[in-house]
């Protein structure tokens, strides 16, 4: 359950971004986890709340944004929605697919107090 890493992750750079700007309370930590990034979602939020408590993410409302999957066919370069990374272009039916979005995993916005 990498999950878990991730959230320590998350608490750790959002800590650190506090401390930076000289704050103690966060109050919102917007995240992009894309529906590709291999995140299992109900893991990521058992994670958070348990980890959340006693730490700088405690009393912050936690928004996560989860952007679809989408892929470029190489070969005609249409753009079509994906659910996983095996498929082909809805278009001219290439394999030759290149991903771009849904991948993200990232701490997207940290609002302070």
Same mark, same amino acid.
């Given at each position: 359950?990498?999950?878990? !890493? ?6 750790? @750079?959002? &800590?650190?971004?506090?401390? /930076? ?8 930590? =917007? @995240?992009?986890? *894309?529906? %590709? $990034?291999?995140?299992?979602?109900? $893991? @990521?939020?058992? &994670?958070?709340?348990? %980890?959340?408590?006693? !730490?700088? +993410?405690? !009393?912050?409302?936690?928004? #996560?944004? /989860?952007?679809? *999957?989408?892929? =470029? ?8 929605? +994906?659910?996983?990374?095996?498929? $082909?272009?809805? %278009?001219? !039916?290439?394999?030759? %697919?290149? #991903?771009?979005?849904? =991948?993200?995993? =990232?701490?997207?916005? #940290?609002?302070?107090?």
């Amino acid at each position: 359950m990498h999950e878990l !890493s991730i959230v320590l992750n998350i608490i750790e @750079l959002v &800590a650190m971004e506090a401390k /930076k700007s000289g704050v103690e309370r966060v109050t919102e930590v =917007r @995240l992009e986890i *894309g529906q %590709l $990034s291999g995140v299992e979602y109900d $893991s @990521l939020e058992f &994670a958070l709340k348990n %980890l959340a408590p006693g !730490s700088i +993410i405690e !009393s912050a409302e936690i928004i #996560i944004d /989860k952007p679809v *999957g989408t892929a =470029r066919c190489v070969k005609c370069d249409y753009e079509f929605a +994906i659910e996983n990374f095996i498929g $082909s272009c809805n %278009l001219c !039916s290439s394999f030759d %697919l290149e #991903i771009i979005k849904g =991948r993200e995993l =990232r701490v997207k916005s #940290i609002t302070i107090d």
